[in-house]
């Protein structure tokens, strides 16, 4: 039984003061809604990690209640920055399991605390026992893997800084990018140092914001949408939250495993994809994203995009919302606003970088690239 | 921020660098799991790491959580077979990939009750404009 995105919604992502978890819910959700003609969603999945900041758990019944559904089955999942990602794959299953139409809202408000309560509390992604008791910020975690691998595979400086001048080329033009400028590769390598080697224009912002994508079966999706978009696969798969027991740091195993898994289920191989939203937390997050999704060999990656590779007009084209580097990372809402892209592009409706798409994919990492949701989207 | 009563639970086995290996496939397993990550087997010993070893990867922390100074320098060694994280509290000048090191005992942070404590920490020994002898 096939599975369509119907509706989407999503709100500018930035440091929204003025919206709380409710509201910036209910402006994605409520407009996923309107899209399929105001129909009654038959449960709703929150994806979200960090509500805590708000002094605000129990957000399944929370949402319900507010946008209008009191009574309807809804939690919230999640799983670190990938919360969103995981989010998706708990709406699919629901679907496949036999109800027609669910509803998908990731949202997330980190800038509730002041930054240093956000820092650490992101960095509870990591392993509290054999990590997170020595001090690495989660910006620290993954500066030990761009350092190894720049080391590893001879990769510059300006090789790594040439992804963020892209994001940014890209977000600039997104009209729900938190960061709408543009950046030289000369900014990017002489920004302040956060974790060495990793500065701050190699880090995403800290975001608030919410996405919200509208799930209905087979059937249904036609009855709803004129323009239904097909889900083709979405596939999990998770690795250590320690860095340390990995066999490799160079590579995040549990996206190679989620990609596969992913391009297996559609029945595609990584040249059929058009356009693909990854999940560059830090510019090293994005080219380990890019190579377990399979368009560049390992170590290559960051030089592709130096060459200029992957920019639009390119296929794929990658992360042409600008990527969490420039569109920004609501953490938990990350996931279900990279399928709404995809969506959005595959509709020919994306209100940014526009991409002449067939088959998208997005890719949503939590942690340390310890829990991965590939999805595969089709026209 | 860690907590006074994470530190007394793991205390015996932080200070022994306690990890396992796998009577199956011979791997050293670390941190602790209660099966074999490489082979999914549950015939597991236990032992405790060397306390020499060499640098794979570190980082210098300019903007470090709450309850650690600035800079935390955080490394990942090789020690025995297994990577293993701590803090870099001796000879951080002379840090490079493959430096040698040893673990030390060092004053990392602070718990959530504002408690400093003491973590396995690592001590360059050579690297960076430094042999092995330079230092006591």
């Known amino acids: ?32 809604v309107e899209e399929v003609g105001w129909e009654p969603p038959e449960a709703i999945v929150v ?40 989010a998706i794959a708990v709406g699919y299953s629901l679907v496949r399991a036999g109800l027609r139409r669910v509803l998908v809202i990731g949202v997330e408000k980190l800038t509730e605390a002041p930054t240093p309560v956000t820092t650490r509390r992101l960095a509870w992604a990591s ?40 994001m940014h080329e890209n977000g600039y033009r997104n009209p729900y990018a938190h960061i709408r400028k543009r950046v030289d590769l000369q900014t990017v390598i002489n920004s302040p140092v956060i974790a060495d080697p990793i500065r701050l224009f190699d880090a995403c912002p800290i975001s608030d914001g919410a996405a919200a994508v509208y799930l209905a079966a087979e ?31 160079d590579r995040l195993e549990a996206a190679i495993r989620s990609a596969r898994e992913a391009y297996k289920l559609a029945g595609i191989k990584p040249k059929d994809v058009d356009v693909a939203e990854v999940h560059d937390a830090y510019s090293i997050t ?49 996931g279900v606003y990279q399928v709404a892209e995809v969506v959005m592009q595959l509709r020919g409706d994306f209100p940014g970088v526009r991409v002449d798409a067939e088959v998208g994919a997005a890719q949503n990492v939590g942690g340390v690239g310890s829990n991965v949701t590939t999805t595969i989207l089709r026209r | ?32 799991k209660r099966a074999c990550p490489y082979c999914g087997s549950r015939d597991l010993v236990e032992i405790t790491l060397p306390r020499k070893g060499r640098i794979i990867t570190y980082t210098v922390i300019n903007v470090p959580i709450e309850g650690f100074s600035k800079p935390t320098i955080i490394a ?4 025995g077979g297994a990577k293993v994280m701590a803090q870099v509290v001796e000879g951080a000048e002379h840090l490079v990939e493959d430096a040698e090191v040893e673990v030390v005992l060092g004053k990392v942070g602070r718990t959530v009750e504002g408690l400093e404590y ?19």
Not at chain 1, 140 to 160: F, I, P, T, W
Not at chain 1, 223 to 229: G, I, W
Not at chain 1, 289 to 318: N, Q, S, W
Request: charge should be positive.
């Open chain 1, 286 to 334: 994005g080219v380990l994203g890019v190579e377990a999704m399979g368009f560049a060999e390992i170590g290559r990656a960051a030089k592709l995009v130096h060459e200029g590779r992957f920019a639009p007009g390119d296929k794929p084209t990658i992360n042409p919302s600008g990527g969490l580097k420039s569109r920004g990372h609501p953490v938990g809402a990350t």
């Open chain 2, 118 to 136: 003491y973590m396995p920490a690592f001590r360059v020994v050579s690297g960076k404009d430094l042999k092995e002898g330079d230092t006591d």
């Open chain 1, 47 to 86: 994806g979200n990690m960090l509500s805590s900041l708000s002094e605000q758990e129990n957000l399944g019944a929370l949402l319900a209640d507010y946008l209008g559904y009191r009574g309807v089955p809804a939690f919230k999942v999640e799983a670190a920055c990938g919360s969103g990602g995981a």
């Open chain 1, 127 to 166: 392993d509290a026992d054999y990590e997170l008791v020595h001090g690495p910020s989660f910006a620290g975690l993954n500066a030990l893997l761009m350092r190894h691998y720049m080391s590893k595979y001879g990769v510059s400086r300006e090789e790594m800084g040439s992804w963020a001048v892209l």
């Open chain 2, 76 to 79: 990942v060694a090789e020690l």
């Open chain 2, 1 to 32: 921020m860690t907590s006074v009563q994470r530190l007394w639970r793991r205390s015996r086995e932080y200070l022994s660098l306690k990890a396992f290996r796998c009577r199956r496939c011979g791997e050293v397993i670390y941190p602790p």
């Open chain 1, 219 to 249: 059937g249904e999706a036609r009855r709803l949408s004129d323009t239904p978009v097909w889900v083709e696969a979405v596939a999990n798969a998770t690795d250590a939250v320690d860095i340390l027991s990995r066999k490799y740091l």
């Open chain 1, 1 to 32: 039984m096939r599975v369509a995105v119907v509706g989407v919604g999503m709100t500018r992502v930035g440091r929204l003061v003025g919206k709380s978890i409710r509201d910036l819910a209910a402006e994605a959700g409520l407009k996923a």
